[in-house]
């Protein structure tokens, strides 16, 4: 949804070979990424064709990484979605409205982050990413998150990791230099 042309380009820049598919594929790939720009309910509608195949990848070890509306399907639900639209529940909380009088949250913002991200490895703390959004994850298991935010007062966290799964809730391909070190170190990651 979105932004594939943009996260296809940058991980060519860091030397993957990235397939843009509408289902998943059987086999044959290193790692899968669920982009997302757009509203929750038009996204899961997809996810949800798919679930099951991403469960099964989960499961397996293969990574797979959320961005920005990819990394909120991970997640228990959203306020965003309609009743009855579970997301995958591969991190635990919620995703909610920000409580913040000027939304969406666009442009670059400062990223707090805490040691032992795999996918941040290399990053200088409060670095800054490009984030459009207008929903957060709350409710969160704090183990699981690896960078935190802050909007309007409003802290949050913006990056999540949990075995061989990851999100970001900014943009890594929108986030110049910082963002392809994460795309990078993605990639590296699959290909252990």
């Known amino acids: ?11 060519r820049k860091v030397g993957a070979s990235p397939r843009i598919v509408s289902s998943i594929p059987d086999g044959d790939f290193d790692g899968l990424i669920l982009p997302g720009v757009g509203s929750y309910s038009g996204a899961f509608r997809k996810m949800d064709e798919e679930r099951g195949s991403i469960e099964k990848l ?3 070890g293969y990574p797979i990484l959320g961005v920005c509306l990819g990394l909120q399907l991970m997640f228990n639900w959203s306020e965003e979605g309609n009743p009855g639209e579970e997301g995958l529940g591969l991190f635990k909380g919620v995703v909610r409205k920000l409580p913040a009088k000027r939304l969406p949250h666009i442009g670059w913002n400062n990223i707090e982050i805490v040691d032992g991200s795999v996918i941040l490895d290399g990053l200088e703390n409060n670095c800054r990413m490009y984030f459009v959004h207008s929903y957060a994850p709350t409710d969160y298991d704090p183990s699981e998150a690896f960078a935190l935010a802050n909007y309007c007062n409003y802290r949050f966290p913006v990056v999540f990791e949990k075995k061989n799964v990851f999100g970001t809730q900014f943009h890594p391909e929108k986030s110049w230099r910082q963002g392809l070190i994460i795309l990078e170190n993605f990639v590296k990651y699959c290909r252990r």
């Open 1 to 11: 949804m979105g932004n594939l042309a943009s996260i296809s380009a940058s991980l």
């Open 58 to 60: 989960v499961g397996e």
